[in-house]
């Protein structure tokens, strides 16, 4: 069936040496993160071409990204030790089982030039954010990095939420999925 579209015989002509550069870059590129991770291991040319920080721009962790494992600590510090001064985007949607404090960690560590982060949104069995962030967390956030937007859930106390919802500085850009104010 193949050979019906000539694919068989443009298989057979071209071998994989033999694929434009950009072409190449194109398909790495649209992988998920932890198979980018993988590839830099199939060659010395992937591995420099992996190494360009134009390949971890964007860290996406959504659920419909194609990452095929669990999202660990370690592959997040992996793909951030990769864009360190690049990352502009951090989506951490589908991820499960990452606290607060191992994205405060992160930011601090690699978020010289990112913009955006998506904070995780998993719930627990009755329905509530699972690791919200509190107010604290909010603000040691926003000042690890030159944020433009945080997307998070929040659970703090009636005082802690006003300088969220006045949008006082440091957290003058955030956006809050969920407040949960407790008395």
Same mark, same amino acid.
């Not at 978020?111 to 627990?124: E, I």
């Given at each position: ?22 072409? #190449? ?7 998920? #993160?932890?198979?980018? =991770? ?7 040319? /992937? ?8 390949? /971890?721009?964007? $860290? ?14 370690? $592959? ?5 030790? %990769? ?9 951490? +949607?589908?991820?499960?089982?990452? @606290?607060? %404090? ?15 982060? +998506?904070?995780?949104?998993? %719930?627990? @069995? &009755?329905?509530?954010?699972? @690791? ?8 040691? =956030? &926003? ?8 997307? !998070?859930?929040? =659970? !703090? ?13 440091? &957290? ?7 407040? /949960?104010?407790? +008395?």
């Amino acid at each position: 069936m193949l050979s019906q579209f000539g694919a068989l015989t443009l298989a057979q002509q071209t071998q994989f040496g033999e694929l434009p550069l950009d072409f #190449v870059a194109l398909v790495l590129m649209r992988l998920p #993160v932890d198979a980018r =991770l993988r590839a830099r291991e199939v060659s010395r040319g /992937w591995c420099s071409l992996l190494n360009e920080p134009r390949f /971890w721009l964007v $860290l996406d962790f959504s659920a419909g990204n194609g990452v095929v494992v669990l999202l660990t600590r370690a $592959l997040l510090f992996a793909a951030g030790e %990769r864009g360190r001064g690049h990352l502009h985007t951090l989506d951490l +949607t589908g991820a499960q089982d990452l @606290y607060p %404090r191992d994205l405060i960690e992160f930011v601090a560590a690699h978020g010289q030039s990112l913009r955006t982060v +998506t904070a995780p949104t998993t %719930r627990d @069995y &009755c329905g509530r954010p699972s @690791y919200p962030f509190s107010a604290d967390q909010v603000t040691r =956030l &926003c000042r690890s990095a030159p944020l433009c937007t945080l997307r !998070c859930r929040v =659970l !703090c106390t009636a005082v802690d939420a006003l300088p969220l919802l006045r949008c006082e500085a440091p &957290c003058a850009l955030l956006h809050i999925f969920e407040l /949960w104010v407790h +008395t």
